[in-house]
T-cell receptor, first 112, second 114 residues
Framework: QKEVEQNSGPLSVPEGAIASLNCTYS??????FFWYRQYSGKSPELIMF????GDKEDGRFTAQLNKASQYVSLLIRDSQPSDSATYLC????????????FGSGTRLSIRP | DVKVTQSSRYLVKRTGEKVFLECVQD?????MFWYRQDPGLGLRLIYF???????EKGDIPEGYSVSREKKERFSLILESASTNQTSMYLC?????????????FGPGTRLTVL
């Protein structure tokens, strides 16, 4: 079992709809959770981080964390074509020599 | 503005060559990281460093070594390049320990080993 799992996609969402990206992790001791966006041919950039159970909103983005179920999700409201990218989930696990573990990413495509 | 630079965007080397990948950050960050990114495998940590002259193995250190002589510079060395080291290499830096906050990535070096 991978430590951080994401559906590779592609996830196709119509413009203006809500895109929902999911991530599960195996280490129950994980403390911090990050979402990075990576455009094709570019390097990842952080868009959200969350430490506590519940929701965290930033503009059109909402990160949701459920530590009991060991999943973290990213919702993108009013999806735009510019949101088309690969989204990487990353988890900081202190029981893993304090390393951040990245998922393999979900490719999101927003169709006009 | 935050900046991480890598010495080359594209590199082609031959099997057995020694390869140096350089990374420089101008943010005075303590922590620096080297990843490789392959389709379907995501980002995998090769080595990281939390201070000058300090280094820690990541998940896939075999075939690689690193050097951090100055705070701003973190080098990845392939002692004897092999074809399975063909990949995109990404350097990153962060302020807090073990990247507990934002990691800032360089533009990447696409290495091809023939």
């Amino acid at each position: 079992q991978k430590e951080v799992e994401q559906n590779s996609g592609p996830l196709s969402v119509p413009e203006g709809a809500i895109a929902s990206l999911n991530c599960t992790y195996s280490d129950r001791g994980s403390q911090s959770f990050f979402w990075y966006r990576q455009y094709s041919g570019k390097s990842p950039e952080l868009i959200m981080f969350i430490y506590s159970n519940g929701d965290k909103e930033d503009g059109r983005f909402t990160a949701q964390l459920n530590k009991a179920s060991q999943y973290v999700s990213l919702l993108i409201r009013d999806s735009q074509p510019s949101d088309s990218a690969t989204y990487l989930c990353a988890v900081l696990s202190y029981s893993s020599a304090s390393k951040i573990i990245f998922g393999s990413g979900t490719r999101l495509s927003i169709r006009p | 503005d935050v900046k991480v630079t890598q010495s080359s965007r594209y590199l082609v080397k031959r099997t057995g060559e020694k390869v140096f990948l350089e990374c420089v950050q101008d943010m005075d960050h303590e922590n620096m990281f080297w990843y490789r990114q392959d389709p379907g495998l995501g980002l995998r940590l090769i080595y990281f460093s939390y201070d000058v002259k300090m280094k820690e193995k990541g998940d896939i250190p075999e075939g690689y070594s690193v050097s951090r002589e100055k705070k701003e510079r973190f080098s990845l060395i392939l002692e004897s390049a092999s074809t399975n080291q063909t990949s995109m290499y990404l350097c990153a830096s962060s302020k807090d320990v073990a990247g507990a906050d934002t990691q800032y990535f360089g533009p990447g070096t696409r290495l091809t080993v023939l």
